[in-house]
């Protein structure tokens, strides 16, 4: 472990929650320590169309969490522990055996809490690692961690979660979310520049995912005329997922225990087309269950 990530772990402040754990000798509020885990790593076929392709994002699934989302799917390793400890440079050559299958690119999933470890990994390949790196994160990142990933991610694929702080405090934890997470793209549409898709497949840019909660129309709505104001529709690409089944301890929140509706989800792709951003809508038929990965707790490969 490098002196430069022990700096990091030491006092915690890579999301915007800045909890300040030593994660040298504990654990943050995303659950994890100062070693690498993953929990999958293995080619993935259901992202948006130009992530996935013909030949699938090598994705990657880190552990743990700067959310505690009630309704995660992921639950079992964003919030349950489940995963396998690597050395940086394990995750590097799980990195270059990514590539060596034939992905599009390189999909970092809920990669925030182990960024300084990620920058290293990537920093030990250099050259080596030809295929464009994705950053797909809840949206919860700070703008000053993002900094470390500049030149070194071609593409963002944030989370967009919430307009109201209040939804996002009672359902993810984290009242600040809408304003964090906005900043946070700020960054990443610097980053990344404009969408760059070449014969179908993304090389560089940004796709904002929303995913569309039963019983929230109205802040899916205030959302997207917000996005809309601080962004114009050439500098990202949006896409609308109304896969949401209620998972997790959504059972907890009555309102949100329930798929969404057909009349919630035209509403939405309503004001999406009036804000006239080029992108992806989910069918909703999508909201399946099955689509969750398998996870594993040991070493598998």
Request: aromatic share 8%; with cysteine.
């Given at each position: 472990m490098t002196a430069d990530i022990l700096t990091y772990?030491?006092?915690?402040?890579?999301?915007?929650?800045?909890?300040?754990?030593?994660?040298?000798?504990?654990?943050?509020?995303?659950?994890?320590?100062?070693?690498?885990r993953i929990a999958r790593a293995e080619p993935h076929m259901w992202e948006e169309p130009p992530i996935s392709g013909?030949?699938?994002?090598?994705?990657?699934?880190?552990?743990?969490?700067?959310?505690?989302?009630?309704?995660?799917?992921?639950h079992e390793i964003s919030q349950g522990g489940k995963g396998f400890e690597l050395t940086v440079p394990e995750l590097a050559q799980v990195f270059l055996d990514m590539q060596n299958r034939g992905v599009h690119n390189l999909e970092l999933v809920t990669?925030?809490?182990?960024?300084?470890?990620?920058?290293?990994?990537?920093?030990?390949?250099?050259?080596?690692?030809t295929i464009p790196v994705v950053w797909n994160s809840g949206g919860y990142d700070r703008p000053e961690t993002l900094r470390l990933l500049d030149g070194r991610v071609k593409i963002f694929l944030p989370d967009l979660k919430y307009f109201d702080g209040t939804l996002a405090e009672k359902y993810s934890s984290a009242k600040n979310y809408p304003e964090a997470a906005f900043s946070s793209l700020r960054e990443m549409v610097r980053i990344a520049g404009k969408p760059v898709i070449e014969n179908g497949i993304m090389k560089s840019g940004v796709i904002v995912r929303h995913m569309i909660l039963p019983s929230c129309r109205h802040d899916s709505i205030a959302l997207i005329r917000r996005l809309r104001e601080e962004f114009s529709p050439d500098q990202l690409l949006l896409s609308l997922m109304c896969q949401y089944t209620p998972m997790h301890k959504a059972q907890e929140h009555r309102e949100i225990n329930r798929r969404l509706s057909a009349f919630e989800y035209e509403s939405v792709?309503?004001?999406?087309?009036?804000?006239?951003?080029?992108?992806?809508?989910?069918?909703?038929?999508?909201?399946?269950?099955?689509?969750?990965?398998q996870f594993y707790s040991e070493k598998y490969f």
């Open positions: 772990m030491k006092n915690c402040t890579l999301c915007p929650r800045m909890c300040g754990a030593d994660r040298t000798s504990g654990r943050g509020f995303c659950g994890e320590g100062v070693n690498v013909t030949n699938g994002a090598g994705t990657v699934f880190f552990s743990g969490c700067t959310l505690h989302c009630c309704f995660c799917q992921n990669p925030t809490q182990f960024t300084p470890q990620i920058v290293s990994a990537l920093e030990i390949l250099g050259d080596k690692l792709v309503k004001e999406v087309e009036a804000a006239g951003f080029d992108g992806f809508l989910q069918e909703r038929s999508s909201a399946k269950e099955e689509y969750v990965p």
